[in-house]
Structure formats: C-alpha cells, structure tokens
C-alpha cells in the first residue's frame, strides 16, 4: 500500500483533529474526567486494534463504551462473562426452524452479540478458556466460524474486554498469547476528589445529557486505511523495535530489565507501538509520528506484554515502573 500523498495527509489530518475535539467533547456531556482513557480508546480504534481495560467496578467503564458507540453511531452489544457462558452463546448457533406453509424443516443460524460494531466483553476472565477463545478468535481473523462456513464480521469490529484487578478468585486469566491479541491494556484509576463530586452532583440530578454523532461506521474504517499509509521515519520505527527488544532480557542492553523482567514483549509490540504513534500523531494535527508519540504509547501497549519475575516482586516493583524507566533510560537511536 502506497504512502499517503500530501493533500490525503492535510484533509486526514483536518477531519480527524476536528473529529477528536468533538467526539471528546460529546463524550464530557456523560463521563467525567477520564481523557486520557477516552484518548487511547479513540486511538486504538482509529488504528484497528482491540483494547483490554482494567479497573475496580463502579468506575463507569460501561457507561463510557456505551457513550463512544453512541457517538461514533456504532452498533453496540455487551456480554457479561460468566463461568457457565458458552463459545455460542457469543458467537451465534444454529437452530432448526420448521416452514409453516411447507411444512418444510431446516437449519437456520441465528447471529450472536459478536455481530456489531463495538462489543464490550465484561469481565472476560470470569469465563473458561474455551469461550475466551472463541471471542479472541474472532478479534484475530474478524469472522466467526459456525455451522461449517466462515461469516465475516461487518467493519469497524472493536472489541473492549474488562477485567477486576482484585477480585481474582472464580477467574480464568487470559494466557499471555491470548493478552498478546490486545493491542493496548488500559488501567482506569479511580476520579480525583473534584472529578468524584462532580460524578455525584450529575448523576444524582434529573437531567440527561444529548448526544451528537460525530462519526460513522463507513468514516471510521476510511481512516483506519489512512493511518496504515502515513508516513514513518527509520528514526521513529528503529526506536520502537528498540523498545520492544529491551524489554527481553536476552536481548537488552539494560541492567535493570536483565534483573527484574522474565518474559520481555513480542515483535506485536514493536508493529502496535509504530501503528499506534502513527495514529496519535495525525489526532493530534501531525503529518508523521515523532519518537514521543512512541513513549506515549507505549505503558498501553507494553503492560501486558512484559513479564516481572519474582525479584520485581520481592521488591515491589510494578510493571509500569519498568516500563517507566525503559521509556527514560533508553536512548533513542543515534543518541549516546
């Protein structure tokens, strides 16, 4: 695919920079705070990618997933895993439906909740690994396989699964092959107090908020083949496979990651951390990603991919202390 010529770039770049402020701004009308959570979701789904959000309940997190699908006029389902919950139960079954005039009796599928645009999965961790895999399947190839023939899912396909920090008994946590289908893991921390007594202010008021669509399906999956042909420098893509290889023991030149980390990031990360810059640098007005729309990206995009090993935690060092220090400590190609 060729790059993206300069007046695509300009026109791009205007429609998206304006989109953002407006897609932010209808989505303040509903939640409050959370901007960066809203940026990378916007960020994610302009870029294709999947997105696992982690947070204590009672954070809106399905309110805001809602809010975006209403938006953007995307259809949106949520399924809320449970451990009795079935690979059909998302993806669709087959039923045997009896003509009346006929009296003829076939085969008919029937359509899942997988089949929308945007589809919250509550909770995935609450659900065995055999339906885990059906709904991860489905995010890697956009199709379901049911009743012998392959059914493509209708673009944009955006999948947000959520899971409970600390609630982890019951739970089937996701193989670190399967997390590697996310493109980014985002953590939704608690309001601070003025954000908390504005929350309590609103939703204790009698007034509901109206929303504008600001985006559409069709608009969506447009910009998603844009960003693909924005240009990148070797610069910008030699940083970002830096990052990504650091983070493996065996290959960083840093002592601390040899030290604390025991799985470092596949060459995913290094493809999710160039796609990613690329998208955050036209939402923010700009023709092309800079080494700093990389370290943006990457606490989302690396913290489920690096691994801490039992020194880390004997010395309670979090993941994102890591990375923290990796985006710090690294230099940029070229730089001593």
Not at 79 to 89: G, I, K, N, R, Y
Not at 135 to 153: D, F, H, S, W, Y
Not at 231 to 248: C, E, F, G, I, K
């Amino acid at each position: 695919m060729s790059e993206i010529s300069t007046q695509e770039a300009q026109q791009t770049i205007a429609q998206l920079t304006g989109a953002r402020e407006r897609i932010i701004g209808e989505i303040r009308k509903v939640i409050v705070g959370q901007d960066h959570v809203v940026e990378e979701l916007l960020t994610a789904l302009f870029s294709d990618g999947h997105v696992l959000l982690v947070g204590v309940p009672g954070l809106a997190k399905t309110l805001l997933i809602s809010t975006l699908a209403r938006v953007l006029n995307l259809d949106f389902n949520r399924v809320q895993f449970t451990p009795d919950l079935m690979p059909s139960d998302i993806t669709g079954t087959e039923i045997l439906e009896e003509d009346r005039a006929t009296g003829k009796r076939e085969f008919k599928f029937v359509k899942g909740p997988i089949f929308a645009n945007l589809l919250l999965a509550d909770e995935i961790n609450r659900t065995p690994p055999k339906t885990q895999a059906a709904l991860l399947q489905a995010m890697q190839e956009k199709a379901v396989t049911a009743a012998g023939r392959t059914i493509p899912l209708k673009p944009p396909f955006f999948v947000l699964a959520t899971q409970n920090p600390i609630e982890q008994e019951g739970t089937y946590p996701l193989p670190e092959a399967q997390l590697d289908r996310f493109m980014f893991n985002i953590f939704v921390d608690y309001p601070t107090e003025a954000e908390e007594r504005e929350i309590v202010t609103s939703t204790t008021s009698g007034s509901d908020a109206t929303l504008e669509q600001v985006f559409s399906g069709e608009e969506i999956v447009q910009v998603q083949k844009l960003v693909r042909r924005v240009p990148v420098s070797d610069h910008v893509v030699n940083y970002a496979v830096s990052l990504a290889r650091n983070t493996r023991p065996k290959n960083s030149t840093l002592g601390f990651v040899k030290e604390f980390v025991s799985w470092g990031a596949g060459p995913r990360a290094s493809q999710y951390l160039v796609l990613a810059a690329k998208t955050r640098a036209i939402l923010h007005g700009r023709p092309t990603p800079s080494a700093d729309d990389v370290r943006s990206v990457a606490p989302s995009v690396l913290r489920h991919r690096v691994i801490p090993n039992f020194n880390a935690e004997a010395e309670n060092i979090q993941v994102e202390d890591l990375i923290a220090r990796l985006t710090k400590e690294l230099p940029e190609p070229g730089q001593k």
